[in-house]
């Protein structure tokens, strides 16, 4: 199993950034996919979810209304759309695998997203 995030960087406030999940070797399409962040000194932080096929996406109240979440079911990704980016919004990165009737998880190993002028 492997979750491979990429996309992050440096990027000045009010930047955009996309980030990307590739995973493999588990069922994709089975799966619920969810990003978290973690800033230094904080617990990790529920960002954003999107459901097995798409159809229902939810997002932290810090984020609502900036960031968009999606999937590709065909290129087992699942992707993050950071638009607006606040200092606040300087991180690590990870995206999770959940599996609602498996009950297994699976993390990606982050990607750095630094937002700074």
């Known amino acids: 199993v492997q979750l491979v995030e990429s996309g992050g960087g440096l990027v000045q406030p009010g930047g955009s950034l996309r980030l990307s999940c590739a995973a493999s070797?588990?069922?994709?399409?089975?799966?619920?996919m969810k990003w978290y962040r973690q800033a230094p000194g904080k617990e990790r932080e529920w960002v954003a979810g999107?459901?097995?096929?798409?159809?229902?996406?939810d997002y932290g109240d810090s984020v609502k209304g900036r960031f968009i979440i999606s999937r590709d079911n065909v290129r087992k990704t699942v992707y993050l759309q950071m638009n607006n980016l606040k200092v606040e919004d300087t991180a690590v990165y990870y995206c999770?695998?959940?599996?609602?009737?498996?009950?297994?998880?699976?993390w990606g190993q982050g990607t750095q997203v630094t937002v700074s002028s």
């Open positions: 999770k695998a959940e599996g609602r009737s498996t009950g297994n998880g699976y």
């Open positions: 999107v459901t097995e096929d798409g159809g229902r996406k």
């Open positions: 070797g588990f069922t994709f399409h089975y799966y619920v």
